[in-house]
């Protein structure tokens, strides 16, 4: 009951007010976040010591820190490109960007 009054509440500020929501997602959306799931489910099978979603204006889309061997961490900034394409077993990354 009380889920019901507050959607027709909001509901009825969205109409009212005339605030725009987005309700439908774009397939491209649907598409990174997959990939981002991805990309989470293969690191937590690393076991890293920590692994979060940061804000979005930290410019990556996963932190993850391993333990190392001289009792600290190492902390890497993942940034996730999805594709439905084809993608080659090797490609060449430009280390000078």
Known sequence: MYLAAIALFIF?????HGIRVKTAKSHQEFVKRTGE??????LRGLKPASLIRPP??????LLVAFNNSRVGTNTFGVVVEATEHFVPPSFVFDLNT
């Open 12 to 16: 009825a500020l969205v109409y009212i």
């Open 37 to 42: 799931l991805m990309a989470e489910t293969f």
């Open 56 to 61: 979005h204006d930290l410019g990556c889309d």
